[in-house]
């Protein structure tokens, strides 16, 4: 008996492959690390001007999805809503609250990404802007700003082309000569790809999903 128990762990292992001998690339590990390790999402609503959760649950679904940050490893913090009769923002104004109302920053050499979304009515007023064109834009260090009167508030497109910006997609830094729009740059030349100027798709191209893979942690650039 003791000898037929040592002849069948010899074939057991010798003929059985383990899981270090079959593919181990796609078996044993994960496909593709992510960027960060966790993203925190602090959002600042206005009383006129808040996101739905529908759009904020689709936009984890996407951050997970391209490798950015696994869904479980996102955390939402919801201020609350502050008041304002405004309906037109220039850009100190937009500041002002940005520096009040910003709890949460990056850290330095730091996997842990936090952005901060400021959503108000009205229209963004800039001299170096087409304030009738401008639905959101990345002001810079995670800071994201959303204008209720140029984008419907579940847009997550919208959402996820300025994460795109946050985090530094459509960078010739990237690129390795691959088409970028010329006449905006940042942007992807691709008109069915999120980072393509015009937004309509949560659909992210070739080009940009290789991008993210190349992506190094803002705070740790």
């Known amino acids: 008996m003791p000898l037929l128990k ?8 010798v003929c059985v ?7 181990p690339d ?3 590990i994960k496909d593709q690390d992510t960027v960060y390790d966790s993203v925190i999402i602090e959002i600042q609503p206005t009383e006129k001007c808040d996101v739905h959760s529908d759009s904020i649950k689709a936009l984890i679904d996407c ?3 391209y490798s950015i940050v696994d869904r479980d490893n996102v955390k939402i913090v919801r201020r609350t809503r502050i008041m304002t009769a405004r309906d037109s923002w220039p850009s100190d104004k937009i ?3 940005v520096v009040r109302h910003r709890r949460i920053f990056d850290l330095k050499d730091d996997r842990n990404l936090r952005l901060f979304m400021l959503f108000l009515p009205g229209n963004y007023n800039s001299v170096n802007d087409d304030r009738d064109s401008v639905a959101a834009f990345h002001r810079g260090r995670g800071e994201i700003v959303v204008f209720r009167n140029r984008t419907a508030l579940g847009n997550t497109e919208v959402l996820l082309h300025e994460i795109g910006h946050a985090l530094g997609l459509v960078d010739r830094d990237h690129r390795d000569g691959s088409p970028i729009n010329e006449k905006r740059p940042q942007h992807c030349n691709n008109k069915k790809c999120t980072m393509f100027w015009i937004v309509n798709t949560t659909e992210l191209c070739e080009l940009c999903v290789r991008d993210i ?3 190094i942690p803002r705070n740790s650039r």
Do not use: G, H, I
């Open 6 to 13: 040592y002849l069948l762990f010899l074939f057991f292992l």
């Open 213 to 215: 893979s190349k992506l």
């Open 17 to 23: 492959p383990s899981c270090a001998n079959v593919r």
């Open 26 to 28: 796609y078996v044993c």
């Open 63 to 65: 951050l997970d999805r």
């Open 95 to 97: 500041k002002n609250l």
